[in-house]
């Protein structure tokens, strides 16, 4: 624990200068507590692959269990689950403290959420929900980041495939003055009122993707939110459990391209 606090003084520039040194001490102490809490929330979702590695590694060395095809299968997915969570945090991290390089140009986001969901739509089970898109043809380009977009959208999209059994996914592209609004509305899972102020929060999973969607890392909402407001735009949530999910962005609409 830091505890550098100087007390205060009764002579205006010492006591001045004493509280801007407290404020100071504050803010470092909040860091070091984030920072602490980064690293104790990232060693609890190691610890999961890490020990299913090592307990089949350890089984296979003392020729306890073969090592099937299955298996290896199974050891390879759980180091891709690690490999991908370290390079989440690496993301969300340079995100996080504004060191994410954007290359913002004016595109067409009706050309990019096709791109994306021809990409998707191989996801798609012939059991499972449809994907439709409803874009206005006269939207005006976007100024953006395209590959910084395309991941908010795989992101989102993806999520309301992995979290929808049936029923139907649909992206709408609305304008307002400014900006253009997505949603990704989807009839899946839904999420509870007491969960829903938390899913934008690093590591955040509900009990139900933990124990059912083991491929997740609990980062995919912190980067999509980093990445719109990065681009300026906001992003909310509206969900009814068992009903159906929706995911409401902005992005700024190229300023030049807007009538006045
Ligand atoms: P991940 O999907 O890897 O677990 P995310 O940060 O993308 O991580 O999402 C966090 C959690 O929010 C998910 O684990 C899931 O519980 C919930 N969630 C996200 N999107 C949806 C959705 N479309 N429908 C239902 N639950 C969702």
């Known amino acids: 624990q ?30 070091e507590q984030k920072r602490r809490e980064l690293i104790g ?22 020729e306890r269990i073969p090592p099937t095809a299955d298996l290896l299968d199974r050891l390879i997915k759980e180091v891709r689950r690690v490999e991908r969570l370290v390079m989440d945090l690496q993301l969300l991290s340079k995100a996080e403290a504004g060191h994410l390089p954007l290359h913002l140009q004016s595109i067409s986001l009706n050309s990019l959420l096709l791109h994306v969901s021809e990409n998707l739509s191989t996801q798609l089970r012939e059991d499972g929900p449809t994907l439709t898109l409803d874009c206005p043809s006269n939207l005006p380009p976007v100024w953006v980041d395209p590959d910084r977009t395309e991941q908010i959208l795989v992101n989102l999209v993806g999520n309301a495939l992995r979290y929808t059994e049936q029923g139907q996914i ?6 307002d003055d400014r900006n253009a609004w997505v949603t990704v509305a989807d009839t899946g899972l839904g999420i509870a009122p007491k969960d829903l102020p938390h899913v934008f929060n690093r590591f955040w999973r509900s009990q139900h993707s933990r124990t059912r969607h083991s491929s997740g890392t609990g980062l995919g909402l912190a980067i999509t939110q980093r990445l719109v407001e990065l681009q300026g735009g906001t992003i909310n949530v509206d969900s009814q459990l068992g009903i159906g999910s929706k995911f409401q962005f902005s992005l700024p609409l190229t300023v030049s391209t807007l009538t006045q």
């Not at 550098?4 to 470092?28: C, G, K, V, Y």
């Not at 649909?170 to 304008?175: G, L």
């Open 41 to 62: 929330d990232l060693a609890h979702e190691l610890r999961t692959p890490m020990t299913t590695i090592r307990g089949y590694l350890e089984e296979i060395v003392d």
């Open 170 to 175: 649909v992206v709408q592209v609305r304008r």
């Open 2 to 31: 830091l505890d550098i606090r100087l007390p205060t003084s009764s002579i205006p520039e010492i006591n001045r200068l004493s509280r801007s040194f407290n404020r100071m001490a504050m803010s470092l102490e909040q860091v």
